[in-house]
């Protein structure tokens, strides 16, 4: 499978990318979009890409389709970055520009290592670019 010090790369660009993760609040933004996924109001809006409301059912329909993916960028130490339209705002509400776009970084195994999210997708593909630099750097 992977030999020694391919793993120990990988794990140690995992590690360093982690420090930045955003911990319980990632946690609670998890829980909201499975629940708004199940049908449950979250209290958070949703979006086309185009940044235009739409209602949670359309916004349900669009997820797992080519509607929702950006770009995907498989990295030399099988890491994936993937940036996606996710509809649901991530942002923090108030005055503030919904982020409906967010850019993962997931290692080998599919697992989350890290995330960033965008009001935009011209801002969502230049953070994709950004990570994929970062992670070949």
Do not use: C
């Amino acid at each position: 499978m992977f030999d020694e010090e391919h793993k120990q790369r990988n794990d140690a660009i995992a590690r360093r990318v982690r420090e930045e993760a955003l911990g319980d609040e990632r946690d609670q933004l998890q829980a909201d979009y499975w629940a708004a996924y199940r049908g449950e109001d979250v209290g958070r809006g949703f979006y086309d890409r185009e940044g235009q409301p739409m209602g949670q059912d359309a916004w349900r329909d669009r997820l797992g389709t080519n509607y929702a993916r950006v770009a995907r960028t498989e990295v030399p130490v099988d890491l994936v970055v993937s940036t996606s339209w996710v509809g649901m705002d991530h942002g923090k509400g108030g005055d503030a520009p919904p982020l409906m776009y967010e850019t993962a970084v997931l290692d080998a195994f599919g697992g989350d290592v890290h995330h960033e999210y965008y009001g935009s997708e011209a801002d969502a593909l230049a953070g994709h670019e950004r990570w994929v630099r970062r992670m070949t750097a």
